[in-house]
């Protein structure tokens, strides 16, 4: 009999296939639940484990493992982006350069334990010289593992604030994440795309934001489940990007543009599998240790399925 697994993806490209029931895992099938916006699905996951199979983002992973949550990852790396364009500030607060943010209250939308934060702060720090402890982080949310415990520069925004409202009215100077349109409220970082592009062509800095977990009875009960997946999202992938590539590609994400543009420099946009990941996931780590959002080091290849660290696609 085969065993359908309940599954939480988002609808993009490289998982259209898989989304349209074209393909499903051997000897399984999946059976998908929506859920809008996604974090909150990552958060049923992380409290509940209300999914079999469920995308999660990365820093999301590692905190809720380190906090017992019995998932574990397979690398199939969803979704990469770029995020020096995420640090936005209000130009009235006369900022020049990213090491202005020292001293200041900077927001960041939901929880500081969010990927995208973790890499932008990653980004002032290594980049542009950033003391991350000066900074008083201001969060517009709570985090996905209740049980994770902030460093002592981390704190609520004040209750009934709106962090978009306070980022426009300048009363909070600077935001990592969040989506504002306002003429006084620009990137931080000037023509950051760019500069994102040239971070990956000359330091290989190609930021993973979400990857996949199955919960871990799922992977006891039936063991050949992570290389059956695994296997899935590889060939949905392939199917995306030779049509993308191509020219053929009949849909439109906005994730689409990303993965043109970097075809260019690294052929795969979308490589799967630990050791062509390596460098980004050990930085990852390396810097969820340094903010205060784990309390121990980790290996990278301890965090994935046994069976598919060997994997590539």
Not at 85 to 107: C, S, T, W, Y
Not at 174 to 194: K, S, W
Not at 288 to 302: C, F, H, P, W
Request: glycine content about 8%.
């Amino acid at each position: 009999m085969t065993r359908t697994l309940k599954t939480l993806t988002r609808t993009q490209g490289n998982n259209y296939a898989i989304k349209q029931g074209d393909l499903q895992p051997e000897g399984f099938r999946f059976e998908f639940e929506e859920v809008n916006p996604l974090p909150k699905g990552f958060r049923r996951m992380v409290r509940n484990l209300d999914f079999d199979v469920s995308e999660m983002a990365l820093t999301t992973y590692l905190c809720a493992r380190e906090h017992g949550v019995r998932f574990t990852a397979l690398p199939i790396f969803l979704v990469r982006e770029f995020h020096h364009g995420a640090i936005l500030h209000n130009r009235l607060a006369g900022f020049r350069h990213p090491k202005d943010l020292e001293g200041q209250r900077v927001g960041v939308n939901r929880g500081y334990t969010v990927t995208t934060g973790v890499w932008a702060r990653a980004i002032l720090e290594q980049e542009y010289g950033v003391d991350l402890d000066s900074i008083t982080w201001v969060l517009s949310g709570d985090e996905h593992v209740s049980a994770w415990q902030a460093p002592g520069n981390v704190v609520p925004l004040e209750s009934g604030l709106n962090m978009e409202e306070e980022l426009v009215s300048g009363r909070l100077p600077a935001a990592i994440g969040v989506q504002v349109d306002h003429p006084e409220v620009e990137t931080l970082i000037p023509n950051a795309y760019d500069v994102s592009l040239k971070a990956l062509k000359e330091a290989g800095l190609y930021p993973i934001n979400h990857l996949i977990v199955i919960r871990d009875d799922v992977l006891a009960e039936y063991p050949e489940v992570a290389k059956a997946v695994f296997d899935t999202f590889v060939e949905s992938k392939t199917q995306y990007l030779r049509q993308l590539n191509a020219g053929i590609w009949s849909h439109s994400f906005s994730t689409d543009q990303l993965h043109r543009d970097v075809t260019p420099i690294l052929g795969d946009p979308l490589p799967y599998g630990i050791e062509s990941n390596r460098p980004m996931l050990e930085l990852l780590v390396s810097q969820a240790l340094r903010q205060g959002i784990l309390t121990r080091k980790v290996s990278v290849d301890e965090v994935f399925a046994a069976s598919t660290r060997h994997l590539t696609g």
